[in-house]
């Protein structure tokens, strides 16, 4: 039960999958809102525990460790599909315009699958929650930021690129500060 919480806190905050660790950086170039973060976040959560359920029930056996990466990708794509339908189904009302291939793309549920896949079950599971809670954070929280940056008046030199790397180092500093949870 521990290992399951350490793993649910540590993903969704102190190593967070786009912040801590840079497995879904990509997905804070193009910002798509809610939309993005919903089904980014739903993939994580079910791709990383059915991987290591996939890992220890079929290929550890048959002693196939070593082609995790390439039985991953199609199960990751299965699964973007499966997210995506399940949005348009819970809320129709998003736009799903160029999803398809942000999620396919999307190195946070690729890593979190290779790296939840060797741990337990618990730790797994955790990583999987703890890291779409986390990346629907991170995008949802962006976003914001992004808007209220839009509305202010920034100097030209600013806009753009590097207002983006700007809010994204703050973002990093303001999750890093999650670092010593839970140590005295």
Known sequence: MTDFLFALLGAALVNNLILGLPLGADSLRQPRGQALALAGGALIALATPVAWLLDQLVLAPLGLDSLRLFIFLPLLV???????????????????????????????????????????????????????????????????????????RVPAPFRGTPMLLICAGLMGLAFLGFNGMGTP
């Open 78 to 152: 299965s699964l973007a599909w499966g997210c995506l339908v399940l949005l348009a189904r819970v809320r129709p009302n998003l736009s799903q315009e160029g999803l398809w291939p942000l999620l396919l793309a999307n190195g946070a549920a690729l890593g979190a699958m290779l790296v939840g896949s060797a741990g337990g079950f618990g730790t797994a599971l955790g990583l999987g929650i703890g890291g779409g809670l986390g990346f629907w954070l991170v995008l949802t929280l962006f976003d914001d930021l992004l808007q209220q940056v839009d509305d202010s």
